[in-house]
């Protein structure tokens, strides 16, 4: 049994056993639907396109319609030893990354600084937000080599 939250102090059953008074038809049964609460608005094919030289540095923007705490950057998919960046907070860096969150809760832009670049880095790479990963930007960064004197 659950506490009521509505301020009267009575008990809930269970969830999978409560049903509202308007569904108590017998063969009418509720469903929960779980939809992901903020999307990029980019379906899997869409790629963004960055390029950057060798030695210097580039900045990426991945945008959100809707913001949340968890921020991250990733080279491939987003496992655990492929995460380069991941944060709580408005701005952080890690080594040669930087990623900082701008904007409101409706609409959210990440930057994300690599500095300096090396060839190497080269490939596809993911920024997202939220802890299930699935609000994802994906982006291809091509590095140039840079001048040799």
Same mark, same amino acid.
């Given at each position: 049994m659950c506490?009521?939250?509505? /301020?009267?102090?009575g008990l809930v %059953? $269970?969830? #999978?056993?409560?049903? $509202? =008074?308007?569904?108590?038809? %017998? !063969?009418?049964t509720p469903v929960l639907f779980l939809v992901p609460a903020a999307s990029s608005g980019l *379906? *899997? =094919? #869409? @790629?963004?396109? =960055? +390029?950057? +030289? &060798?030695g210097q540095g580039l900045t990426v923007r991945c945008h959100f319609s809707l913001s949340a705490n968890k921020?991250?950057?990733?080279? /491939?998919?987003? !496992? !655990?030893d492929n995460i380069l960046i991941e944060t709580s907070e408005s701005k952080a860096q890690k /080594?040669?990354?930087?990623? &900082? *969150?701008?904007? +409101? @809760? #409706? *609409? +959210? @832009?990440?930057?994300?600084?690599?500095k300096p670049l090396t060839k190497s880095d080269t490939g596809l790479y993911k920024c997202g937000m939220g802890a299930l990963f699935i609000?994802? #930007? &994906?982006?291809?960064l091509t590095v140039r080599a840079g001048e040799s004197y």
């Open positions: 506490r009521n939250r509505g /301020g009267r102090g %059953p $269970p969830l #999978q056993y409560w049903r $509202p =008074a308007h569904l108590s038809h %017998p !063969k009418i *379906s *899997s =094919a #869409q @790629v963004v396109s =960055a +390029t950057g +030289t &060798e921020k991250f950057f990733c080279k /491939g998919d987003c !496992k !655990k /080594g040669r990354y930087t990623i &900082e *969150s701008l904007g +409101t @809760v #409706q *609409s +959210t @832009v990440l930057l994300v600084t690599i609000d994802l #930007q &994906e982006v291809y």
